[in-house]
């Protein structure tokens, strides 16, 4: 009697680990978009904050992050910054090196945009619906994306 696995139980495991994983990895790929989401939203305010302060002092936003007195960790596939007309705070989620969203927060009126971008499906859309509270999106940004208003 031989002692093993034979050819057909071994790939009945290779199966089922594949269907395993086939299902489990996009989950995992939403929960850590879902993860970076929140650190953006958190980046934002934090600047939003930090833009209010130095606008008190200097009656003006500033234009680069050296100009406030703010420190952010390092944030995976996602950048903020100052806009070029300094009204509003832009944050950007990357996918695969894709924009995927982004939230624009403005200083003047406290409103919030979310935008989900056309070029990943809008699979943004369900982060920046779950965020702004509603599934009915505004504007389309020239074709380019849906985007979703909170004030």
């Known amino acids: 009697m031989q002692k093993g696995f034979t050819l057909i139980e ?9 269907i395993l994983t086939s299902v489990a990895l996009p989950q995992y790929q939403k929960s850590v978009m879902r993860s970076r989401f929140a650190q953006m939203l958190v980046a934002s305010n934090a600047i939003f904050k930090a833009q209010n302060v130095y ?9 680069t992050m050296d100009e406030l007195d703010i420190s952010l ?6 950048t903020c910054q100052p ?31 979310c935008c989900a971008y056309k070029g990943t499906k809008f699979a943004g859309a369900s982060l920046c619906e779950a965020e702004m509270g509603t599934k009915v999106w505004t504007s389309d940004c020239g074709g380019s994306c849906h985007c979703y208003w909170k004030q």
């Open 10 to 18: 071994v790939l009945v495991v290779v199966l089922i680990i594949g």
């Open 55 to 63: 606008y008190s002092t200097h009656h003006k936003y500033a234009e």
């Open 73 to 78: 960790p390092p944030m995976r596939d996602v």
């Open 83 to 113: 806009t070029y007309n300094h009204d509003r705070t832009l944050c950007t989620l990357f996918f695969n090196g894709t924009a995927l969203a982004i939230i624009e927060q403005f200083y003047s009126n406290d409103a919030i945009q």
